[in-house]
């Protein structure tokens, strides 16, 4: 409640009626959602329900965060439910109701973002989803981001971790190191502009980061409200919003603010952490709660995988890098350094934390976990990542987002050991006070080897061709004439 009190989305013990209410989901229509939401004040209860209804997996339009200056707001939901019936007009005037009374000012319009390409958005009807009607949600402008899914993310990143773990050329002899012809040990170190371009990585990291960026603008320069969603709301809507606010609200680039962003977004509203990073099996099936690990960023095992390799996709890495690249363009800014977002990259992919064993808030309170405390940002030594440049000047920041501009993330794709990122970088006092001895004596066993036998590429991080889903951009038909900036936008 403090932090929606904060952003002046509630005021505790004020009798003046305000545009904002907090309000619980509707019983049984959202699993993968957080029980406590803030809502438009003119909704009902009753429209509430039938826009979850409406919405996919009950995701409905939900309020994150509001600008102080201009009272805009920052929405987040699932596509909605339109399918084939959407082409005899059905529709849901709940649903348009609340994307409705998201907007500050009635004269100003509600930007849906769609992190999809239009083609996408498309597809996705033809399987019951579908995309927001512009002659139904009046008084909305709609833009499509263009964002690629999960998969051609994971096949992307295998790309690049294919061509860093081939043999490293032979270097070749200089005066102060004769050895002509030796190959260093581990793999390479760096990737050439052509190799990393044929990978895609930092095109995926700059479609993303102008996406957060557009919608910063909105927000904050436009005064407009802005509501997010993918195809489900938890891979590229969580990667957006938390985006978009590391741009906009200088509170969460402060440790404080970093986490609870993170266990916002990303864990209370159902980021598949157990099916994206094939933790579910190795911290589920251990007798104490933790398991025996995954072994690698981004990579899979057969030993802690019981969720499908199709689901598997390098979602939060992904983000951890667009957080990386604002680091790099504004380093005093941030009250952390890169070495935390390189450590909680390690241990999300760790398969050691049990908070990250399960997908949504309802699956971890079904097994008892806490969520608060099991969970790397939670745990993770303050010691070492703290930024002793750190003097916030801004309160908008404006990155650049061409992949001219962004670096390779060598600090963390490149297979060179850091011992900062070992077991040594937990704070065992952020365990549970009911912690045993014998459950910290294994954790600490586990770590220490994850961080003494790092792991090696297996073939199942191999790009894999699979049957293309209705999300793929080849489908239907052809997008709008994009504008000069590569959106494609669709007014009412």
């Given amino acids: 409640m403090a932090e929606q009190v904060r952003l002046g989305l509630i005021s505790p013990g004020s009798s003046e009626p305000g545009q904002w209410r907090q309000a619980e989901s509707p019983a049984g229509l959202c699993p993968s959602y957080p029980r406590l939401h803030i809502l438009p004040a003119g909704l009902s209860d009753a429209e509430l329900a039938l826009s979850a209804k409406y919405r996919a997996n009950g995701r409905f339009p939900s309020v994150v965060w509001r600008c102080s200056t201009t009272g805009a707001v920052l929405a987040r939901s699932a596509q ?160 957006l919003t938390c985006l978009s606010l590391l741009l906009c609200d200088p509170h969460y680039r402060t440790l404080a603010g970093f986490r609870l962003l993170l266990t916002r977004e990303w864990l209370d509203f159902g980021h598949k952490f157990a099916d994206r990073c094939g933790n579910s099996a190795g911290c589920v099936n251990s007798k104490t709660g933790f398991g025996s690990g995954g072994g690698g960023v981004g990579g899979s095992s057969a030993a802690n995988s019981s969720s499908s390799s199709s689901e598997r996709s390098p979602i939060f890495l992904q983000f951890l890098d667009c957080a990386h690249q604002l680091l790099a363009q504004f380093p005093q800014e941030f009250e952390f350094t890169d070495l935390l977002l390189r450590r909680l990259a390690v241990h999300c992919h760790s398969g050691l934390f049990p908070a990250l064993a399960a997908n949504t808030a309802a699956e ?89 036998s790092p792991r090696q590429p297996s073939s199942s991080d191999q790009p894999e061709r699979r049957p293309e889903a209705a999300e793929e951009d080849s489908v239907l038909q052809q997008p709008p004439p994009p504008s000069p900036d590569g959106r494609i936008a669709v007014q009412s």
């Avoid at 008892?368 to 002793?388: A, D, K």
């Fill in 364 to 452: 971890r309170a079904a097994r008892g976990l806490s969520e608060q405390s099991l969970c790397p940002w939670h745990l993770l030594r303050l010691r070492g990542v703290s930024n002793p440049r750190f003097s916030q000047q801004l309160q908008l920041l404006r990155p650049a987002t061409a992949p001219s501009g962004l670096r390779f993330w060598r600090e963390m794709y490149a297979p060179v050991p850091d011992p900062r990122l070992d077991w040594d970088c937990l704070d065992w006092d952020g365990l549970p006070a009911d912690s045993d001895e014998a459950k910290l004596s294994e954790l600490s066993s586990q770590l220490s080897q994850l961080s003494s």
């Fill in 80 to 239: 909605p439910l339109v399918g084939l019936a959407g082409l005899l007009g059905w529709r849901c005037e709940a649903d348009e109701k609340l994307v409705r009374l998201l907007t500050p000012r009635p004269e100003s319009k509600v930007l849906v973002a769609d992190a999809r390409p239009y083609s996408a958005a498309l597809g996705n009807g033809t399987m019951g989803g579908g995309y927001e009607r512009p002659e139904y949600y009046s008084g909305t402008e709609i833009e499509y981001l263009g964002l690629p899914n999960l998969h051609a993310v994971r096949n992307s990143f295998a790309a690049m971790r294919v061509l860093l773990s081939a043999a490293a050329p032979p270097q070749p002899a200089t005066p102060a190191c004769p050895g002509s012809g030796l190959v260093p040990v581990g793999g390479r170190v760096s990737l050439s502009p052509a190799e990393l371009e044929s990978t895609g990585w930092l095109q995926l990291v700059s479609s993303l980061l102008s996406g957060a960026d557009r919608i910063a603008q909105v927000l904050t320069g436009e005064g407009r409200s802005v509501l997010v969603h993918c195809s489900d709301g938890w891979d590229r809507t969580p990667q």
